[in-house]
């Protein structure tokens, strides 16, 4: 079964500054990758999505995110971090094996300061 | 943003009585989840739906229930709710299963905030 590892609980940076997120998945075979944002109080919007083909992956709202096979990562980036960033981050795998199901990892809550 | 509607919104409920929620998509996906989300735990697929009356279970079904007569109502029942039940349940639709091919991914509802007291 596949599984996702955010290591961050929590992570707070400046306004302008670079982030980066980070997402470890287990799966046997290539996966598909995903990550959400979730708004206080709100549903998950998809940020960006990577199935197959170029690694590096771009998304809404400015983000980008890359896959590392070598290493099972997908880590989210952004150059310049806005206030309005501010939410939880959500990594998600999906496999052919479980074609019907994303499996998350528990998140990384973002806090940006002015 | 995908047509799903949940309802109710919020509710506090009682330990011991039945819940029911509803979700509602306007978008004619044959894919229909219910996850739950937890503190630390991210979010768990609790049952899912590839058609109508096709439904089959998630990870943490134990304790809930679904049906599905339309293709666009999903119900997820407690029978008798429990304080460990209580959580943010999500709804999501999906046009067909992950398929690198197609690439159709999941989209999710606004989410239901249950206590049970």
């Known amino acids: 079964a596949q599984s996702v590892t955010q290591p961050d609980i929590h992570i707070t940076v400046s306004e302008g500054a670079s982030l980066e997120l980070r997402c470890n998945y287990s799966?046997?075979?290539?996966?598909?990758l995903f990550w959400y944002v979730q708004s206080p109080g709100q549903g998950l919007q998809l940020l960006l999505k990577?199935?197959?083909?170029?690694?590096l992956v771009q998304g809404i709202k400015g983000f980008e995110a890359e896959f590392k096979r070598s290493q099972s990562s997908f880590n989210l980036r952004k150059p310049s971090v806005h206030w309005s960033d501010a939410a939880e981050y959500f990594c998600?795998?999906?496999?052919?094996?479980?074609?019907?199901?994303?499996?998350f990892g528990s998140g990384t809550q973002l806090t940006v300061l002015p | 943003d995908a047509g799903i509607t949940q309802s109710p919104r919020h509710k506090v409920t009682e330990t011991g009585t039945p819940v029911t929620l509803r979700c509602h998509q306007t978008?004619?996906?044959?894919?229909m989840y219910w996850y739950r989300q937890d503190p630390g735990h991210g979010l768990r697929l609790i049952h899912y739906?590839?058609?109508?009356?096709?439904?089959d279970k998630g990870e943490v079904s134990d304790g809930y229930s679904v049906s599905r007569s339309k293709t666009e109502d999903f119900l997820l029942t407690l029978e008798s709710a429990t304080s460990s039940q209580t959580s943010v349940y999500f709804c999501?639709?999906?046009?067909?299963?992950?398929?690198?091919?197609?690439?159709?991914?999941?989209?999710f509802g606004e989410g239901s905030w249950l206590t049970v007291v």
């Open positions: 999501a639709i999906s046009e067909s299963p992950l398929d690198g091919r197609t690439g159709n991914t999941i989209y």
């Open positions: 799966y046997g075979a290539t996966p598909y």
């Open positions: 990577y199935f197959s083909g170029d690694t």
């Open positions: 998600a795998v999906g496999a052919v094996s479980s074609a019907r199901q994303l499996t």
């Open positions: 978008e004619n996906h044959r894919y």
């Open positions: 739906s590839y058609g109508v009356k096709d439904t």
